[in-house]
């Protein structure tokens, strides 16, 4: 099956200053790349996806690239704010839709001031 | 348009107790998915339910069972649970077919405990 993996656990940046998280999956029919934001004790929420037709896609301060040679694909936050701060969420799917996905560990973005 | 709910919010058991965990789907909704996520880890597929009917299962073992009903809302069963089933438990719900869905919107989850 799947298998996806996300680093790094933890970043810590100053705000304004970017933010790159980095995923990597196995499985080459894997087609679908969504991206959630899960704040302290509430709801995974959808921020950006990609589909394996599309190398990069942007959403005002956010953008999604995919390596489908390499598998591999990343989240970038410009200008970051301190309502950044959550666990980032990858995930993965062979569907081409958020159907049976396969999430990465999370990693836990601290904007500091 | 009311979102996706789920109860109850927190519960606690013992080993070998069975466990049944509800979800409401957002309005129009018609699909629903279950993950399991133990802290600090990211959501595990459990299975997903179109029309009343288990459509696609992740590596869980027969003691997790569910079930989807008309109105689209759906429960979660655990048998004989184990203390590695303590964790946050999200339901899922979006607008799909049998072989693809739209958005997943999830729940706040359930978290259970096993003692």
């Known amino acids: 099956g799947e298998n996806v993996e996300q680093h790094p656990s933890t970043l810590s940046v100053q705000e304004g200053d970017s933010a790159v998280i980095k995923c990597t999956y196995s499985?080459?029919?894997?087609?679908?790349f969504p991206w959630y934001k899960q704040e302290l004790g509430k709801r995974p929420q959808l921020i950006i996806d990609i589909r394996s037709n599309v190398g990069e896609k942007k959403d005002q301060r956010i953008a999604v690239t995919l390596n489908k040679t390499a598998k591999h694909f990343s989240l970038h936050i410009t200008e970051t704010q301190p309502e950044d701060s959550a666990v980032y969420f990858c995930?993965?799917?062979?569907?081409?839709?958020?159907?049976?996905?396969?999430f990465g560990t999370g990693t836990r973005l601290q904007v500091t001031l | 348009e009311t979102g996706v709910t789920q109860s109850p919010t927190h519960l606690i058991k013992t080993r070998g107790q069975q466990v049944t965990l509800r979800c409401s789907s957002q309005?129009?909704?018609?699909?629903v998915s279950w993950y399991q996520q133990a802290l600090g880890q990211g959501p595990q597929f459990i299975f997903q339910y179109y029309r009343e009917e288990e459509n696609g299962r992740g590596n869980f073992p027969p003691r997790f069972s569910g079930l989807q009903f008309p109105n689209y809302s759906s429960e979660l069963n655990v048998n004989a649970l184990e203390l590695d089933d303590s964790a946050l438990y999200l339901c899922?719900?979006?607008?799909?077919?049998?072989?693809?869905?739209?958005?997943?919107?999830f729940g706040e989850g359930s978290r259970l405990t096993v003692l």
């Open positions: 499985d080459s029919a894997s087609n679908y």
């Open positions: 309005s129009g909704h018609n699909t």
């Open positions: 899922a719900s979006s607008i799909g077919s049998r072989s693809n869905t739209g958005e997943l919107f």
């Open positions: 995930a993965a799917s062979y569907t081409g839709t958020a159907s049976k996905l396969t």
